[in-house]
Every structure is written in structure tokens, then in C-alpha cells.
């Protein structure tokens, strides 16, 4: 493939891309229109738990796709009942809805807590929609899960928002305690803030929150869009803090590279009525295959301690790196990480990272100071030490 074949132009311009194709991907490695080959600890944002183009998943999707591909969601379809099975069993939730994006399992969480809300009114006998989020986090590109995230100027950036998401500071519960009012219906989070810059709660908070949303009857709801699906080396983040949520989204690594994403809920609060919610594409079966084929994989034997030892390898070397360097540390969980450079250098690392030569690198900075790692969970120790030997040499690079 040429570059210039094509006229780039007839996308809408809605991010800087460098000027490279993708042709091919395999396990932790692209290879560009050049020929080039890159080292990729980006993983599409965290969505390819089993790298490019896993075997399970060629399989899931050609299997799947001479048997029915669109039965529509006005009927059951087995692969879907299937996975819905197996997330419930896996899980403390008992009902899934299937959605095709993280935003959209969102949007489906925030109008089953205002339904919820509207079913259970305050003491003035008025509907509660109020959702407390927090600042940093991140929810989506929708309207209403743009209004719920904390990210930076998004809240004049489409105004006039949707109402009803007050902010509170993540890991202080009494900032929450503060905004609960009889309009309060949920509190969201999530349980590691991704584009935040990888910002996890602390087990105290999460427990502290669950009992405070019980105290005051409303519910706790955790979008592990980013951080379920094994990321943290638990099949779910939440499990981390030992609590259960009463709702649960589900995004990224679920469909391990194809668009899925999921809401969990509890019996309790299952409160849907046909015609509440829906979606051309909710549970279709040549994604939920998929879903099956990934999760799977992920509930082997071995396979999430496996992330747990990979995330502690991975800590050590970037430990390492801090001390070589001086920069000013690590945190995370599992294989979600992220090294904290202590001068905005996190830019010029990525786009020195990607030109290298004979072979690059792609890593993610969502904040300057600060770089994001989320590798398959299934890579291999030595793409750990091959990306830590790369980055190692970029920062001198950048540093010199
Ligand atoms: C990526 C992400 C989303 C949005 O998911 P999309 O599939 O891009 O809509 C929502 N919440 C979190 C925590 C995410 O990381």
C-alpha cells in the first residue's frame, strides 16, 4: 500500500495521527504500509487483553459468521445467552445487557439508576437522578457520559451539559459524604481512574464507599471499562476492595479487539421495562462469540496470576527506570501502569519511541508528565524487557 493513495482527508479531523498505516498486527506487534515493525504497548487504549489478532478470536469470528451473524436483538441468540451466563457466574451481578461501546454500557448505567431513582423517590416524593462522579475520571464521549466525566474543560466544551453529576475528589470520602443530597441516586467510578493517569482508589475508599451508599440507600456503580477483563490481574477491579457493586459496565478488553461492552447489574435493581433500553447491535452474536472466546482465555488456570506476576515484573523495571533516570515513580495495578516522569516529557518519549529505527515503539502519554502501559496480558517477559530497554535508551535521548 501506497500512502498517498488515499486521500486522508476524507476522515473527519478528530485527533493527530502520524502519517502510517497499520497493515498487520500480531500478539504485541504492528507492522506499517514500510514494513516497519512496532513494539505496541498501547493495544487500542487497553482493549487487546490477547494482543492482535488472536487465533481464539480468528476462530470465534469465522465460526460464528457461517452459522448467523445478525439474528437481531429482538430474538435470543446463543452465543450471547452464553456469555451472559458466564459473566453472571463469574461475577456478584445476575443481569447483562450488551452494548457495542464503553460509553454506551455507561449511558445505559446512568438510565437504569435514574429509573431506579424515579421507582424510589426522596422524602419530598420527587424523582433522585443525581450521580456523584469524580474529577479525572472518564466515562465516554456521549453527551450524558461527557457531563459524568471530570476530564478538564469538558464541561463547557458541548454546553449546555446534561445535569445531574456533581464532582467529588477521588480517595476522600468525606468530599462524597458532602455532595449526597435527597436528589442522590448513585455514586460512579472507576475503581483505577484510566485516562486520569492510571489513579487507583484505595481499597479503605472503596470499602468506605459501599458502606456509605448503603447508608444512605443509594447505589454504588463501577465502570471497569477500562480496568475489568483481567487488567488488574483480578477478573474484575472490584474485587480488589472485597466489596460488591450493585452496577458494573464493561468495555475494551471484553471483546478483546471487537466492539463490546457490557452492563451488570444486581436482581434489585434489574429495573428495565421492554422499551427502557435497547440497541440495533446489543448482543450480537459475532461480538458475544468473541466475548466467550476472550473470557475463556482469561478464566484458565494460571492465566490471571500470570498478570500479576507480569504487572510486578513490569513495576520492577520501571522502578528500575526511575532510579537510572530520576524520575519520580510507578503506580497501578496488574498490568495497567504507569511511570511518572516529573517533567512533561511524556510527548517527546512517545513520538521518539515511535520513530525509532529498525524497530519502533508505541506508548501512551495522557497526561505530559506521565506515561500509561497497557500491554495484552498475555505477552511475554522478554516484550516487558525489549519495551524497558527501548524506553531506557528514548529517555536518555530526551534527557541528554
Ligand atoms: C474507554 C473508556 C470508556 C469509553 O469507552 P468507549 O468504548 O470508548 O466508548 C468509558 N470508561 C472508561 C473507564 C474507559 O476507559
Redesign the pocket.
Given at each position: 500500500m501506497e500512502f498517498n493513495q488515499y486521500d486522508t482527508n476524507a476522515l473527519l479531523y478528530i485527533t493527530n495521527r502520524p502519517p502510517l498505516v497499520f497493515t498487520e498486527g500480531q500478539g504485541m506487534w504492528l507492522t506499517d504500509h514500510n514494513g516497519k515493525r512496532y513494539l505496541d504497548w498501547l493495544q487500542g487504549?487497553?482493549v487487546n487483553c490477547l494482543g492482535h489478532s488472536p487465533a481464539c478470536i480468528q476462530e470465534a469470528l469465522t465460526a460464528q459468521a457461517k452459522k448467523v451473524i445478525n439474528p437481531s436483538p429482538a430474538f435470543y441468540n446463543e452465543p450471547t445467552i452464553k456469555l451472559a451466563s458466564m459473566l453472571t457466574q463469574h461475577s456478584c451481578f445476575d443481569r447483562v445487557f450488551f452494548a457495542n461501546?464503553?460509553?454506551?454500557a455507561?449511558e445505559g448505567a446512568i438510565k437504569l439508576a435514574r429509573k431506579w431513582g424515579k421507582l424510589h423517590k426522596n422524602a419530598a416524593g420527587e424523582n433522585r437522578y443525581e450521580i456523584i462522579t469524580f474529577d479525572h475520571s472518564?466515562?465516554?464521549?456521549t453527551l450524558a457520559?461527557m457531563s459524568a466525566s471530570g476530564k478538564e474543560g469538558w464541561d463547557t466544551m458541548f454546553a449546555p451539559q446534561v445535569p445531574g453529576f456533581p464532582k467529588a475528589h477521588l480517595n476522600d470520602l468525606a468530599s462524597v459524604e458532602a455532595l449526597i443530597t435527597d436528589k442522590t441516586v448513585a455514586v460512579m467510578l472507576?475503581p483505577v481512574q484510566?485516562?486520569g493517569g492510571v489513579i487507583p482508589s484505595s481499597k479503605e475508599f472503596m470499602q468506605g464507599l459501599r458502606a456509605l451508599t448503603s447508608k444512605h440507600g443509594v447505589l454504588l456503580i463501577v465502570?471497569e471499562?477500562?480496568?475489568g477483563m483481567g487488567r488488574t490481574g483480578k477478573l474484575f477491579a472490584y474485587e480488589l476492595s472485597d466489596i460488591e457493586p450493585d452496577i458494573m459496565?464493561l468495555?475494551?478488553g471484553i471483546g478483546g479487539g471487537v466492539p463490546l461492552?457490557a452492563l451488570l447489574c444486581k436482581e434489585a435493581y434489574a429495573c428495565f421495562e421492554p422499551g427502557d433500553q435497547g440497541g440495533t447491535y446489543n448482543g450480537n452474536p459475532l461480538m458475544t462469540a468473541v466475548g466467550i472466546a476472550v473470557l475463556e482465555t482469561l478464566l484458565a488456570p494460571g492465566f490471571l496470576q500470570s498478570v500479576i506476576d507480569k504487572g510486578n515484573y513490569l513495576k520492577a523495571g520501571l522502578l528500575k527506570l526511575c532510579d537510572q533516570h530520576g524520575l519520580e515513580g510507578e503506580r497501578g495495578e496488574g498490568l495497567l501502569r504507569a511511570l511518572k516522569l516529573g517533567s512533561p516529557i511524556g510527548p517527546k518519549i512517545v513520538e521518539l519511541a515511535r520513530d525509532m529505527a529498525p524497530t519502533g515503539l508505541l506508548l501512551n502519554s495522557p497526561r505530559p508528565d506521565l506515561l500509561r502501559f497497557m500491554p495484552a496480558l498475555n505477552l511475554s517477559l522478554q516484550e516487558i524487557d525489549q519495551m524497558l530497554e527501548m524506553l531506557s535508551a528514548v529517555i536518555k535521548q530526551v534527557k541528554a
Open positions: 487504549w487497553a461501546s464503553g460509553a454506551e455507561n472518564f466515562h465516554g464521549r457520559t472507576e484510566g485516562e465502570d471499562v477500562q480496568a459496565t468495555g475494551k461492552a
